[in-house]
């Protein structure tokens, strides 16, 4: 029984001794071919072929000329005005010319169409506090343009009348465009 038990044990040996044996040499061999492949390049490059220019790349070259061109020609050439225009300040009123003779300019000019017509103004109501010494300050509610307009004597109603006077029961607005005076009655 003991024999039995050596033989099996120095087969179990060889059998373990083999096996290292091919792993070793497995690991060997690929350290070798992995060492073989880094020490050559493998791949060796070959000069290109020069072809000819293509028309695509004749064009392409037209191309950048003119672009080139551009860019030159959006260079600005002069430097600007000293002093430059400050576009934070409104334009100063310009200033008004001498009245001419009328008689003279109507008949330089041909005859003018009429003025357009007013806009349709309505007072919508009135509005009353004291004032700082006690005399009543009024304000006028006046609907036009499809706006509301709460104005005060010397304010404007849209950009062709102005506020002239605010009674209790109607206000005169002054037409700009022809000096003409339009009463709105509360009704």
């Known amino acids: 029984m003991l024999r039995s038990r050596a033989g099996s044990g120095r087969a179990k040996r060889l059998t373990m001794n083999l096996k290292r044996t091919i792993t070793i040499g497995a690991s060997l061999g690929a350290l070798a071919a992995w060492l073989a492949a880094a020490a050559t390049s493998g791949v060796r490059e070959r000069p290109a072929a020069i072809a000819p220019a293509a028309p695509i790349d004749s064009r392409g070259t037209a191309l950048a000329v003119e672009v080139q061109r551009l860019h030159e020609r959006l260079r600005p050439a002069a430097a600007p005005r000293q002093p430059s225009r400050n576009l934070f300040t ?9 009245p001419a003779d009328h008689a003279a300019i109507s008949e330089a000019l041909p005859a003018m169409p009429a003025a357009a017509p007013p806009p349709p103004l309505k007072l919508s109501g009135m509005a009353e506090d004291a004032g700082p010494d006690g005399t009543p300050v009024r304000t006028a509610i006046i609907s036009a343009a499809g706006q509301l307009f709460l104005v005060k004597p010397g304010d404007p109603v849209t950009s062709r009348y102005r506020v002239e006077k605010v009674s209790a029961d109607a206000v005169e607005l002054i037409d700009l465009t022809s000096n003409g005076i339009v009463r709105l009655v509360l009704k």
């Open 90 to 98: 409104f334009s100063a009123p310009k200033p008004k010319a001498a």
